[in-house]
């Protein structure tokens, strides 16, 4: 195996398992963004320059950024901004993150960086939707005073995590219902055993729901659909923005809304580490970022 050298830039705790799963690898390990973490490593280093200067490939969060140009750093104790790493990296070097915004595409081409989106590999984005469908079930079960088995369970969209939660659901003994958008999906969920609905029947079967999981990230449920939910009604949030939900309406209407972020880091963080490897490695084989 080839050593390589690696340089992780803040993220949660899934960077953090990430670099230790690296270093035990034999590869050469640089932390940065980690100074308020719970404990410290001797990969961790106080200056942002050291950390990156040697790396091959730079492992930022996912996401990439929760405000603007500032990088999602949980566990430091002051911003680092976006254009400053960028600023260090070499055309020799990749930046590697999840879910980068379009502004931080354009300020890596302004810098000459070579960056990838972690979340546009399809492995990465498959494995994800189980500790993400995994942590959908957590929350229900602690946020009501239900079972899940025997009780309508409505899931918007059937894309990757659709299906995988709608599985779990039906699993446990949920009664799934899954809201769909083309006749595929619909074959697709009703050969697995879940009812099917269209998107546009999906207000004649609001008001069965016991718990709503929404996957779209889509406002489909606006006020002309929340009027049909019943206040005891859970809604889970699983979609990235501008999310499901018209949290305004949710409000009017007295409903329970709970917007969930970053759920494999929060659910799992070691295999999803394990995961992030995978794709990695897999980013090394093919020899980094291809031209358009």
């Known amino acids: 195996m080839q050593t390589r050298k690696f340089a992780i830039v803040g993220g949660d705790k899934r960077n953090v398992a990430l670099a230790e799963k690296l270093f035990r690898l034999g590869h050469r390990v640089k932390m940065y963004g980690f100074s308020d973490y719970e404990k410290e490593t001797p ?34 104790n002051k911003p680092v901004l976006v254009e400053d790493v960028f600023r260090l990296i070499k055309p020799s070097q990749t930046f590697l993150a999840g879910y980068i915004k379009q502004e931080i595409m354009d300020l890596a081409k302004k810098y000459d960086v070579k960056i990838i989106d972690l979340l546009s590999r399809e492995e990465l984005l498959v494995l994800n939707a189980i500790p993400t469908a995994e942590g959908a ?35 446990i003994g949920a009664k799934v219902s899954a809201v769909v958008n083309s006749t595929h999906k619909e074959a697709l969920a009703n050969s697995f055993g879940h009812n099917a609905i269209h998107h546009e029947d ?19 449920l606006d006020k002309n659909n929340m009027k049909h939910i019943r206040q005891e009604t859970l ?52 020899g980094g970022p291809h031209e358009e």
């Not at 200056?47 to 566990?75: D, K, M, R």
């Not at 079960?141 to 779990?168: F, K, Q, W």
């Not at 949710?250 to 969930?260: M, P, Q, W």
């Open 137 to 171: 079930i957590k929350i229900a079960i602690e946020e009501t005073d239900i079972t899940l088995h025997g009780n309508n369970m409505l899931v918007i969209g059937y894309g990757r995590i659709g299906a995988v939660l709608s599985g779990m659901l039906r699993g």
């Open 202 to 220: 999906m207000q004649l079967h609001l008001k069965a729901a016991d718990i709503i999981f929404n996957t779209v990230p889509k406002v489909l």
């Open 235 to 286: 809604i889970i949030d699983l979609a990235s923005p501008p999310y499901g939900v018209d949290i305004k309406a949710a409000r009017d209407f007295g409903l329970k809304v709970l917007f969930t972020n970053s759920l494999p880091g929060k659910i799992a963080p070691v295999t999803t580490a394990d995961y992030i490897l995978k794709a990695v490695n897999h980013i090394i084989a093919e």
């Open 43 to 76: 990969m961790q280093c106080k200056n942002l320059y050291e950390t990156i200067s040697e790396a091959e490939y730079i492992i930022g969060p996912i996401p990439c950024c929760h405000n603007g140009g500032v990088l999602n750093t949980p566990f430091h």
